[in-house]
């Protein structure tokens, strides 16, 4: 295949692609339709000119009968009259009349039969054009019907054009959350542990909380050694009241003492 073949069967394909994606069948079906009723209009004027021919000839042939008719009694007054020869004069334009009646005859019965073939045509086609109609508006209605069922489908499975965006743009904002929520919970996590200070927090007042944490830890400290003070008091009370007891050399040196002197 040359390559101007190549070229031309692609630019065919492409232009037949984009003329059936173009093309709506129902576009279509009242375009034909409307070209059958001008078809029929025409035929309609066709059998009304034949029709108005055909009385115009029949009108010719009433003139020419009524021509016809006073020369025949003016051929009989001339006859009556002794003047023969304005009887045979009467006469002679009386047959040049008879066969120009004859011909218009023939031709209106030739119009005659044109126009009942026309009329006849015009029904056939007028019978023809309803039925299309009908069929028309069946296929429309049939195609209406299927396109909107199509288009719920697609609205349903999300498959169509536009649903297919709203579950995109609906995914990346799921996805968006999901990230965030995730991001949000690390940081808690965090904060929590220590590893992250509350920037908050920080930004509040630091030196009034760092104030604050020392004189709680003064306070505790004051209030341990209280306690142990309170704690120690009484043990050096029963200490003094109940003295610890003598050894034996301690209480030899005690008796000794109380007799008057060593022995």
């Known amino acids: ?17 984009a003329l059936d994606r173009a093309e709506d069948p129902r576009e279509t079906l009242d375009y034909s339709y409307q070209r059958q009723l001008e ?30 008719a006073k020369l025949q009694g003016q051929a009989e007054k001339a006859i009556s009259a002794g003047r023969e020869d304005l009887a045979r004069e009467a006469l002679t334009r009386k047959s040049g009349l008879t066969s120009q009646i004859t011909a218009l ?3 209106q019965a030739q119009l005659q039969g044109e126009e009942e073939k026309l009329v006849l ?21 049939t195609y209406t019907a299927a396109e909107a069922q199509t288009r719920i489908n ?7 054009e536009e649903m297919g ?4 743009a609906i ?10 929520q995730a991001r949000a919970g690390a940081i808690d996590e965090l904060i929590a542990s220590g590893a ?5 927090q920080l930004n509040a007042g630091d030196d009034i909380a760092r104030e604050l944490d020392r004189l709680s830890s003064d306070s505790d400290v004051e209030a341990e050694l209280a306690r142990l003070k309170a704690g120690s008091q009484p043990q050096a009370l029963e200490a003094a009241e109940d003295p610890q007891p003598l050894s034996a050399e301690e209480q030899q040196v005690q008796r000794e003492i109380s007799e008057g002197g060593p022995a």
């Open 1 to 17: 295949m040359s390559l101007m073949k190549r070229i031309s069967l692609i630019f065919r394909s492409k232009a037949n692609k």
């Open 39 to 68: 078809l029929l209009s025409k035929v309609r004027r066709g059998v009304a000119d034949v029709a108005t021919s055909r009385k115009r000839v029949e009108l010719q042939v009433n003139q020419l009968e009524q021509q016809s």
């Open 105 to 107: 005859r023939e031709q």
């Open 121 to 141: 045509a015009q029904q056939r086609l007028q019978a023809k054009v309803e039925a299309f109609r009908t069929r028309k508006e069946t296929i429309k209605a």
């Open 154 to 160: 697609e609205a349903m499975s999300g498959i169509g």
């Open 165 to 168: 965006d709203v579950g995109l």
């Open 171 to 180: 995914q990346r904002a799921e996805d968006k959350t999901a990230q965030m």
């Open 196 to 200: 992250l200070d509350d920037a908050s």
